[in-house]
């Protein structure tokens, strides 16, 4: 890999978290209805398929393992 290319999966790189901060608000909103779900004793499903898959289960293993 030529240091050129390492440098645009750099930049392309911030430029993805550059985006995501603009979805800051509904990162927050997302958030939130997930609490208040569990909080009614409300389930939260998540399923994926390949890479999709290992994503759903590391999302669920965060949170009955962190929360």
Partial sequence: MTK???CA???D???AVKDLQKQAGVIEAMGKM???C???GGAVFKAGNGGSAA???????ELT???
Avoid: D, N, P, T
């Avoid at 994503?55 to 293993?61: D, F, K, N, T």
């Fill in 38 to 40: 569990l909080k009614r």
């Fill in 65 to 67: 393992g962190r929360y």
């Fill in 55 to 61: 994503e759903a289960l590391h999302m669920a293993e």
């Fill in 34 to 36: 997930l609490v208040s």
């Fill in 13 to 15: 790189s911030a430029a």
């Fill in 9 to 11: 999966f750099i930049r």
């Fill in 4 to 6: 050129k290319r390492i």
